[in-house]
């Protein structure tokens, strides 16, 4: 994907569902989401065992939080081995993008999801790049 590309879906794009968001402010996961709410995106966390991340409701699982708002890009926080059901699961709700953070990898999952149309990037920082590219 270009820069620019990029640039156009961070641009247009409102919600940020976060999968494995933690509540501890000393988590990477909880900085981006952070750093995410205050340049405007609606943040959706995605993690069972809590109830409100961040001043938002969490959900168990990305299907549960699509049906109470549309999900523009999904951010992963989760280990590479547990990636390819989260990216099926993206898949079907039709995001603009899906984001693996740094460190997180899976080859298949990416080329499920391009073959779906779906943007694709992984072991990047979503926080990194929407500073590069935006600000």
Same mark, same amino acid.
């Given at each position: 994907?270009?820069?620019?590309a ?6 247009e794009?409102k919600?940020?569902a ?5 509540p501890s +402010?000393?988590? &990477?996961?909880?900085?981006? *989401?952070r750093?995410? @709410? ?5 943040i !959706?966390?995605?993690n069972?065992g ?5 001043g938002e +409701?969490?959900? &168990?699982?990305?299907a549960? *939080?699509a049906?109470v @708002?549309?999900?523009?890009?999904v951010d !992963?926080?989760?280990?590479s081995?547990l ?5 099926d699961?993206a898949?079907?709700l ?5 984001w693996? @953070?740094?460190g997180?990898?899976d080859t298949a999952?990416?080329?499920r999801?391009?073959v ?9 920082c ?8 935006l600000?």
């Amino acid at each position: 994907m270009t820069r620019e590309a990029l640039r156009a879906l961070l641009q247009e794009a409102k919600t940020v569902a976060v999968v494995g968001l933690s509540p501890s +402010p000393e988590r &990477p996961s909880h900085h981006v *989401a952070r750093y995410l @709410q205050k340049a405007g995106y609606r943040i !959706v966390p995605v993690n069972p065992g809590h109830p409100i991340i961040l001043g938002e +409701p969490s959900f &168990p699982t990305l299907a549960a *939080a699509a049906r109470v @708002q549309a999900i523009d890009i999904v951010d !992963v926080f989760r280990r590479s081995e547990l990636v390819g059901p989260i990216v099926d699961e993206a898949i079907e709700l039709r995001p603009k993008l899906i984001w693996l @953070q740094v460190g997180v990898r899976d080859t298949a999952a990416c080329e499920r999801a391009l073959v779906a149309g779906i943007s694709f990037v992984m072991d990047r920082c979503l926080m990194v790049d929407h500073r590069q590219l935006l600000t």
